[in-house]
């Protein structure tokens, strides 16, 4: 079997504000086994946006997506997101 491991870190810069198109990152990711996101918004709307690259990566690859969400590292209300 394949032996590498894909790693992707992406600073997406403010995940969750309008205009993030989650299906694109999905195709972008597919490649990836573990995918680390920089400058995730502390607001629902990051966690929706990063819900929703989940959902784009399982429809396109069939495989079960896990996701998390850091605390927030800062006094900012960025966090680190993990796929």
Known sequence: GDKNLNVVSWNVKHLGRKGFDATQAGRLLTAADI???QEV?????????LDKIASELHRLT?????KGLSEKPSQ?????AYL
């Open 41 to 49: 918004n502390g607001n629902p709307n990051g966690m929706k946006a």
């Open 76 to 80: 900012s209300s960025e966090r680190y």
């Open 35 to 37: 995918v680390t996101l």
């Open 62 to 66: 069939g495989e079960r997506i896990c």
